[in-house]
């Protein structure tokens, strides 16, 4: 009789347990079901989210877009678009990208990445490799370059790049085979004349030189003074008794040494003896004794 009863039971228990579903059996769109209730989803495919155990499809409001993630209702992320929309950085824009292009921007005739076995040029992709020796963009004649890389120059009799041997100072890139025209300066400096120059000010202290300049200063930092064009010195405090000037001031005291008090910016050895008076004001500064008012 007991074996009877523990075989009713263990007939209800593979009954019960065979009909059970896992959540992804019920629900399609669910990804992961709960290690402890199967039946119970706790994560959605791409483009659904997770509401009252049921995974219902994010409506997407970035333009373009058919399929995004549940952080598309706070932050707009897209994970791919519809017809005749490319993906660019998590967005949709409208047109498609040139044949054989791998990734295009928002302009969808200029392609910024080309599939493997195809190169750039123009905004195109060509089957191919670009076969000039220092050139980042071939024409579509992949032995005629459009562009050099850095360190080479671009000969334009016959679209090819060669190793840059410029002799101007801080020259990137020359024009020609004329090694006396600069085309390019390095970095932080700017072309005037032919010439690179340093956009650095080299004026010790200063805040800004001039623009056509980088030699002499227009003004100078703060608390110092220009002396000259070439010279920023730190402003001295000419206030007796003064530990410290007010900013760009050198006859204006804003904290003076210990024993002495501050009244209209100068230092005196008197005390504002005024009751209640946080600060003085001399009226009698010529006079040898010193009179204040609140």
């Not at 877009?65 to 519809?82: D, H, K, P, Q, R």
């Not at 850095?150 to 024009?175: H, I």
């Amino acid at each position: 009789m007991k074996c009877i009863f523990l075989s009713i039971l263990f007939l209800r228990y593979v009954m019960t347990t065979s009909t059970t579903k896992f959540c992804y059996e019920t629900d399609t769109n669910c990804k992961t079901c709960s290690s402890s209730n199967k039946t119970v989803c706790i994560a959605c495919n791409d483009g659904y989210q997770l509401t009252y155990n049921v995974c219902t499809k994010v409506v997407c409001k970035n333009s373009g877009c058919s399929l995004c993630t549940s952080s598309i209702l706070t932050e707009g992320v897209c994970l791919s678009c519809i017809s005749s929309f490319h993906l660019y950085q998590s967005s949709c824009y409208q047109g498609i990208c040139p044949d054989k292009c791998k990734e295009c921007g928002t302009d969808s005739k200029v392609c910024l990445t080309c599939m493997d076995g195809y190169y750039k040029s123009g905004g195109l992709c060509y089957l191919g490799k670009c076969e000039v020796n220092g050139c980042v963009e071939c024409d579509s004649d992949p032995r005629k370059c459009l562009t050099c890389d850095n360190g080479y120059s671009l000969l334009n009799t016959d679209k090819t790049c060669f190793t840059n041997l410029c002799k101007v100072t801080n020259c990137a890139t020359c024009l020609t085979t004329n090694f006396n025209t600069c085309s390019k300066c390095d970095t932080d400096y700017i072309l005037t004349n032919n010439q690179c120059l340093t956009t650095q000010c080299k004026v010790q202290y200063c805040f800004k030189c001039l623009d056509t300049s980088f030699n002499s200063c227009d003004y100078c930092n703060v608390n110092y003074k220009k002396v000259s064009a070439t010279s920023c010195v730190r402003l001295g405090c000419n206030v007796s008794n003064c530990s410290i000037c007010q900013q760009n001031s050198e006859t204006k005291c804003s904290e003076c040494y210990s024993g002495f008090y501050l009244v209209s910016s100068s230092c005196y050895k008197e005390r504002c003896t005024v009751p209640n008076c946080k600060t003085c004001t001399d009226t009698s500064v010529s006079s040898k004794i010193i009179r204040y008012n609140c």
